[in-house]
């Protein structure tokens, strides 16, 4: 089989962008770009990058490789943009007409003003994400899920998923202890300062995405050892509930949308939170808390979490101690909870 060469460029212009892609035709891509993009040669407006490579594999076609671009025309831009037929687009707008996963993904990592990287996406014979790797690193994907919670038969990047705010299946785990007071202790981590968001945050027990084919109760056993050394069994976890929720804000600089369905799992075996083994990347520290005063923490905003008061309803109804009292909300978190 021949490969194929190709170039993919986005344009971007004060937050809108414009995505070109066009098949390589015995020139090299840099000479591509500029057929393609109508660039004079000497137009000294034109600011563009090589920023990467995409090696794309699909099916049983011949492997494409992608030259990647990022570009800005100043000139181009002012005279389109005083046309009634601009084509510039919000990064929303761009990411809901993208068909192809693979492009969906470079237009995320074109995005950032980062270094050169190689690409390498796997799509089955009907054009399904069946791998993704990032300067030979796996990347995470996810099933993207319908209203009701089935799965959708898309499979889409971590971080694509985060940007377009779709719908996805995650796992929470609360590990609780009786306490002193005949009431209950939550076990909280604060999340590391590495983490894309919420870093510093306290926050559920431990809780991860679920990996694309696979499901709720096995992800969370895996989070348990991943996050804290803790190797459970599926009988030591009681679902107390299922959650949906949306959640938006922008870290570093860029939009983050998390919309997902959570299973919520209650782990109350013996815990010694000293001997606890914990992933550095995902987990700064763990501290015990009394049930009811992180419900008036959390209410009050007086500790930094990223905990929801209808996820510790679902917490607090599932240990028969939830009340009147323990209701409430954060009105700075856009937010909802369905199931």
């Known amino acids: 089989m021949t490969e194929k060469l190709s170039i993919l460029c986005v344009f971007n212009q004060r937050g809108k962008y414009r995505i070109i892609k066009e098949a390589v035709k015995e020139e090299s891509p840099e000479e591509c ?31 494409e490789y992608v030259f990647l671009f990022s570009a800005q025309d100043s000139e181009s831009i002012e ?35 980062g270094p050169f990287f190689s690409l390498k996406v796997i799509l089955d014979r009907r054009n399904i994400l069946r791998r993704a ?11 993207i899920l319908r209203e009701d919670g089935s799965v959708s038969g898309i499979v889409r990047e971590r971080g694509v998923a985060h940007l377009d705010g779709s719908l996805h299946p995650t796992s929470h785990i609360w590990i609780v202890r009786r306490n002193r007071k005949n009431g209950w202790d939550l076990l909280l ?7 894309d968001s919420n870093p510093g945050c306290y926050d559920i027990s431990s809780a991860g995405h679920v990996a694309a084919g696979d499901a709720y109760l096995p992800a969370a056993l ?32 860029k939009p983050f949308r998390d919309y997902e369905i ?47 008061m209808d996820e510790l309803e679902i917490v607090g109804k599932y240990l028969d101690i939830w009340d009147e009292e323990d209701e409430g909300y954060d009105p700075k978190r856009r937010k909802k909870s369905i199931l």
């Open 189 to 195: 981590q604060k999340r590391s300062l590495r983490k």
């Open 222 to 253: 895996r989070e348990l050892e991943e996050e804290l050394g803790i190797r459970a069994e599926e009988k030591d976890l009681h679902l107390a509930g299922m959650r949906k929720a949306y959640f938006e804000d922008v870290f570093y600089g």
């Open 133 to 143: 790797s990032l300067n030979g690193k796996s990347l995470e994907l996810f099933d």
């Open 33 to 63: 770009l500029l057929r393609t993009a109508g660039i004079r040669e000497n137009n000294l407006s034109l600011s563009w990058r090589s920023r990467g490579i995409l090696t794309l594999v699909k099916g049983e076609m011949p492997t």
């Open 262 to 308: 959570s299973a919520v799992y209650i782990y109350d075996r013996p815990v010694d939170e000293k001997k606890l083994i914990l992933q550095e990347s995902e987990v700064e520290r763990v501290k015990w808390m009394d049930f009811k005063e992180c419900c008036r923490e959390v209410k009050e905003g007086s500790m930094k979490n990223c905990i929801y």
């Open 79 to 113: 005279e389109e943009e005083s046309t009634a037929t601009a084509s510039w687009e919000k990064a929303d707008e761009i990411l809901n007409k993208t068909a192809g996963e693979e492009e969906k993904i470079c237009f995320r990592l074109l995005m950032d003003e």
